[in-house]
Structure formats: C-alpha cells, structure tokens
C-alpha cells in the first residue's frame, strides 16, 4: 500500500489511483497498459503537450550544466532569457519578473508587492478586494483572497479578512461594479481577480467589457490591480493573455502554469516599474524579503526559455484557435443531445453544468469523474461542472473520444 497523501483526494472513499508510467501529446499511459486521453490538460498546466520535444531537451541540456543556485544576489542565463523573453511577449508597462515556485507563490508575491508598495505611499491602505467564488491557491495568503467555503473552512483563523464584490453574473454586471466603486474609497490597497474565467469557483465566465471596467476603477482611485492569470494566461481563454481582450495592462501580473509548458514548476510575478521602485533604496530594511530554495530554479527555467520559444517559433495562437472552433462543434452537438445547461465556451476551456445539485461536492462529480477514469478520459469535474480543456495538440479523433464518453457518462447519471 502506498504511503502517498494525495491533494484533492479523499482517501477513505478508496478510489482506485492509476499510475502513470509516461506521457507524449494529449495521452498518458499506465502502468496497466492503459491509454488516457488527458482532457484537463493534467489540471491546466500542459499546453503543448506531455513529453514536447523541444522543451525536453531543454530540460535535458540544462541539467547537465547547472541544476541549482541560490538566486538572492546571484544570476543565470536560463533565467535572463526568461526574464527578457517575457519583456518581450508581455505588456511593455511590466517591466519587472519575480520568480517563485507555484501559481500560489506568484499570488503571495503580488500581494507582498503591493503592500509593500503601499507601506512606502500610504500605510493606511491595507485592504485587499477579491472576487465572490474566486479561487488563487492554498497557501494561506492566496486562501485568504479566495472564497470562503469547503476550500478553506478548516483554516478560518489563519486567514485574514478581505473585502468580497459579487460575481458579475449576466444582468448583474452594474451590482458588481458598484460594490468594487464602493470598496475602492476606503482606503483600498488592491483588487485580485481572475480575469474572464473563475477556474476553481465553477468555470464561471464573465465578458471583457466587465474586466475593462473594474481595472478602470481601480485606476480611478489609484487602487493596484492584479490579474492572477495563473490558469488563464498562455492562450487558455484564446489569447496569449485574457486581459489582452479588454485591453487591460494590470500592475501586477500573476503567471504559472503553462510558463513551462506545464513540464516543470515555476512562476513569476511582473510589475510594473512603480512598485518596484517602491521598495528600491540604500536601506536594507526596505527591500522585498520573499524567497525560496528553488527561487529561479534554473532547469525550471530552461523549460520556460522552451516554451517562449514555441510561442515564438511555431503557430501556437493558430492551434488554439482551430481548437476553440473545435471545442464549441461538438459542445453544440453535446448540448442538442443531452438535457445539459450553461453551455459555455472561453478560448480553448468548454464547460456545462448536469441538472441536479450544484457545489463542489454535488454527487455527480465523483460519479462522472469514476466513469471517465474507466473509460480511459482524464476529466476532473467540479461538482455539477464538467470542462475540458486539453493540450493544444489534441487530435481531432482524440476530442471526438472525449466528448462521447462525456455523453455517454451524462446520460449513465440517469
């Protein structure tokens, strides 16, 4: 028996747990001699695909000439391509990139960062906005700016208090806005979204002109914004960033993820150049005190200098592209063959909600998630919500799968 505690994962239910052996494209193959479609990307991290040849060998190189270092006060190649390939393909307004291990490390950086910049400018401004069924990680800082609920209920007294906006729900947009208007004057320090798509909270969507809007408050009373594009960033929602869509340029931009490809853990936090300077001095006792061990790991980041050249190089925006038209064929298909509701489509991420409970623990999750795992799909439903959202390479045969054994998994629920 294994001794392995599993994120996410109730061990008393005793669900069988497949080993994977190996992975290249949009498959992953078991130990059982089993052939997974990956239909969530292994929880939204891999964009090119398992085992991309380019970043592979990247990998490979690099951990031949340099595994590790510590990054306070020292510097590498792989990580100065990085940091000057993101200048590049990222807004010009953010021209400072802090590394850090996860997407919840990123979130505690911006958060860090925007206190600090207000404990140079106004220490009074110490609240922090969020977003109703947001989700930003589980560390305690990124749980404390999430939703309040099942996440998180065990930790309450660890968390600090926050103020929470409604969730912009179509013909409820103005509601929203308000309260952020009304959060923004009193003495706020900064506003965490996840721009487009909450990920975690339901795959909820909400339109750009919203987006565009709550960054134009903010700037109005001189509140930061941050775009925690942790899960929506590198192409997901069918640009390279969501923001790009509402044409917004956030003050602090949170990155993890697909910045590697989903290969290897890394992420960066970028600023713009303000708060950087904030915490610039001659005084020691002013600088940004975050770190870690692995800070800029530097085979982490040759899987990143990989990536960006993929995106560089090769027609990635045209596959992501042809597969959100892909996605929302047979997302038509699926919603004129089944009693689904809240069909939706963002980019390249499909998602329904199945009738009956809603939440995170709906019964049907478990239920969905055992009969795709049997019939050799990975999907991870979030309560009565499925979504897939695959690598870019999916095949067309491959999607096909996925979408048929979801019909046929609905339809097994009765």
């Not at 009373?221 to 594009?229: K, N, Q, R, S, Y």
């Amino acid at each position: 028996m294994s001794s392995i505690w599993h994120p996410f994962t109730q061990h008393g239910l005793e669900e069988p747990i497949p080993v994977v052996e190996r992975g290249n494209g949009a498959i992953l193959y078991t130990a059982d001699g089993r052939e997974v479609i990956d239909g969530i990307s292994s929880w939204w991290v891999t964009t090119h695909g398992h085992g991309n040849p380019r970043i592979a060998a990247a990998i490979a190189e690099q951990a031949k000439k340099l595994d590790q270092v510590i990054f306070a006060g020292w510097t590498h190649e792989p990580a100065e391509v990085v940091a000057a390939g993101l200048r590049d393909i990222m807004p010009d307004a953010l021209t400072r990139v802090f590394f850090s291990d996860s997407g919840s490390t990123s979130v505690e950086v911006a958060l860090k960062m925007a206190l600090g910049y207000w404990r140079r400018h106004n220490p009074a401004r110490q609240q922090i906005v969020v977003m109703e069924h947001s989700y930003h990680g589980d560390t305690i800082g990124a749980m404390s700016v999430g939703a309040r609920g099942v996440f998180n209920r065990a930790y309450e007294p660890l968390l600090f208090d926050v103020v929470t906006v409604p969730f912009p729900h179509a013909g409820a947009e103005q509601g929203t806005l308000d309260a952020l208007t009304a959060a923004c004057r009193n003495h706020a320090a900064a506003f965490i979204v996840e721009p487009l798509v909450l990920g975690a909270g339901g795959m909820l969507f909400y339109p750009p002109d919203v987006l565009a809007e709550m960054a134009e408050i903010c700037a109005r009373h001189g509140v930061l914004f941050i775009a925690d594009e942790v899960m929506t960033g590198w192409g997901r929602t069918g640009a390279l960033l969501a923001c790009e869509q509402a044409g917004v340029v956030p003050d602090v931009l949170c990155l993890s993820k697909g910045l590697t490809g989903g290969a290897i853990p890394l992420a960066v936090t970028m600023a713009q150049e303000a708060i950087y300077e904030a915490h610039y001095s001659t005084d020691r006792a002013d600088m940004f005190f975050h770190s870690s061990s692995y800070t800029a790991n530097p085979i982490a980041c040759a899987a990143a200098a990989a990536n960006l050249s993929i995106w560089r190089e090769e027609p990635v925006r045209g596959r992501i592209a042809a597969l959100g038209e892909k996605q929302q064929e047979r997302l038509d298909r699926l919603a004129a063959a089944l009693p689904i509701r809240n069909v939706r489509r963002c980019g390249t991420i499909a998602a329904f909600d199945v009738p009956g409970e809603d939440g995170y623990l709906a019964n049907a999750a478990p239920r969905l998630m055992a009969y795709f795992r049997e019939n050799d799909v990975l999907l991870r439903p979030l309560g009565n919500t499925v979504y897939v959202m695959p690598p870019y390479c999916i095949t067309d045969a491959q999607l096909d799968r996925v979408y048929a054994v979801i019909e046929a998994g609905v339809r097994s629920l009765g």
